[in-house]
């Protein structure tokens, strides 16, 4: 029995020794069995890209399209033959009142009028004169003759007022009437003018 149990101790000392000398470095592996080697990958080497900014290129020019006016239609204000074109209303400057005043032109009228208010007759140096009042002012003029309206026995009185329209710079006799307003006609307007019903204010305002 001694003899079995030391003959399986020298057995499992000789396995012992054959099993060290396998883990021992530098020894060869046994024939037949598989070595598992490990798989190292290559590195690649990072790349970096440089930052590329975008070119930006200005923006071409514009330049403005000259939009062409259209050329301004002239007023005629005269007639072939040269007469001043006057409209259904006009604006004179008296010299008397240093001021524009809105008139009518009307040639079926023969004489002027202008509207008056308070009206005075007087004699000056022997010659009659009249002191009336027309748009807020006050004027004194010589009279040049007395004449009647129609129906109506009383007399007016016909002065002259230095009126400017246009070209025009004319003295012109006016009947005073009673009222508001002022109308030239035909004895302003005689081989000098020419009315056009459907226009306003043709010629400009002169001084």
């Not at 930006?56 to 002239?74: G, M």
């Not at 001021?99 to 007759?121: A, F, R, Y």
């Not at 009042?133 to 007022?161: C, H």
Request: a positive charge; proline letters at 7%; aromatic letters at 6%.
């Amino acid at each position: 029995m001694k003899k079995i149990v030391t003959g399986f101790c020298v057995l499992l000392l000789v396995g012992c020794a054959q099993q060290k000398s396998i883990q021992e470095p530098g020894k060869q592996p046994e024939v037949g069995k598989e070595v598992e080697v490990p798989v190292v990958e290559p590195s690649i080497p990072e790349v970096i890209t440089p930052e590329v900014k975008p070119e930006i290129k200005p923006l071409p020019e514009v330049k403005p399209v000259s939009e062409k006016k259209p050329k301004p239609v002239p007023v005629v204000t005269k007639t072939k033959d040269g007469k001043l074109i006057l409209g259904a209303q006009e604006w004179v400057w008296f010299d008397e009142v240093q001021t524009h005043v809105k008139v009518k032109i009307n040639t079926n009228s023969k004489v002027s009028t202008i509207g008056t208010s308070d009206v005075e007759n007087f004699e000056r140096d022997g010659k009659s004169w009249v002191k009336f009042t027309s748009g807020g002012k006050s004027i004194e003029r010589p009279v040049v003759r007395w004449t009647k309206s129609n129906g109506d026995d009383n007399k007016q009185a016909v002065v002259k007022l230095r009126t400017k329209l246009g070209e025009l710079n004319e003295q012109t006799e006016f009947i005073l009437i009673k009222g508001s307003g002022v109308t030239l006609g035909e004895n302003f307007t005689r081989d000098v003018a020419v009315r056009d019903a459907k226009r306003n204010y043709v010629q400009p305002k002169v001084k």
